[in-house]
């Protein structure tokens, strides 16, 4: 299993708490606090090094869409859309819906929870409703 962020930016987005619970690893700068997914290693806005910080992974859904012809590596439709984290920074990530559950939109309230998807079976971070 891949972790998404390994073969495209060369890091996992994902990393494990001290209870094994996966979580977003951001970048927050010390002096300005400005927050980046992927994370940085320097504040774009001061040059400061920055620390790595767990995100919550709750947020609302900003848009959502319905892909209908699935690109490759994925052998079905899915949601996908924008997700506005409580952290202040807004991450492209798949949307669940369960069957009988709504479309997803804007506004509702969501919470990550990692999944593997794709035929590959790459672990990255998929939104639920909440
Ligand atoms: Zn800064």
């Known amino acids: 299993m891949i972790e998404v962020g390994v073969e495209s930016i060369g890091f996992s987005v994902l990393q494990r708490d001290a209870e094994g619970t996966y979580h977003l690893a951001a970048s927050r700068c010390p002096r300005c606090g400005d927050v980046r ?31 209908t012809v699935p ?23 798949q949307i ?13 309230p969501v919470q990550m929870q990692p999944q593997e998807i794709g035929t590959r079976s790459v672990l990255a971070p998929v939104f639920f409703r909440i």
């Open 37 to 67: 997914l992927p994370r940085r290693e320097h504040c774009v806005n001061d040059g400061l090094a920055c620390e790595t910080i767990l995100l919550s992974g709750k947020g609302r859904i900003y848009e959502a869409v319905l892909i």
């Open 71 to 93: 690109p490759k590596g994925f052998d079905r439709p899915f949601w996908t859309g924008y997700v506005d984290l409580d952290e202040g920074v807004r991450i492209f990530a």
């Open 96 to 108: 669940a819906r369960a069957e009988g559950e709504p479309p997803p939109s804007h506004g509702q």
